[in-house]
């Protein structure tokens, strides 16, 4: 069985600042998404924003 990953509204906002998404597009999509976030529930707000789990790493300059 996978373990969920839940993320906090604050840690969201510090990975998304770190991608450097605009701080305008952050606090849109945290207002939508519930506290804490499960990226795999909630793609489709985070798509919408363009912040897939893979944007995010490319943004920051990972790899998967």
Known sequence: MEQERLISHVEA?????RAGYPQAQIENALRQLPDPIDAERDSDVL???GM???ALMDRMGGSP
């Open 52 to 54: 897939s789990p893979g």
């Open 13 to 17: 906002e510090q990975m998304m600042r």
């Open 47 to 49: 798509v919408k924003y």
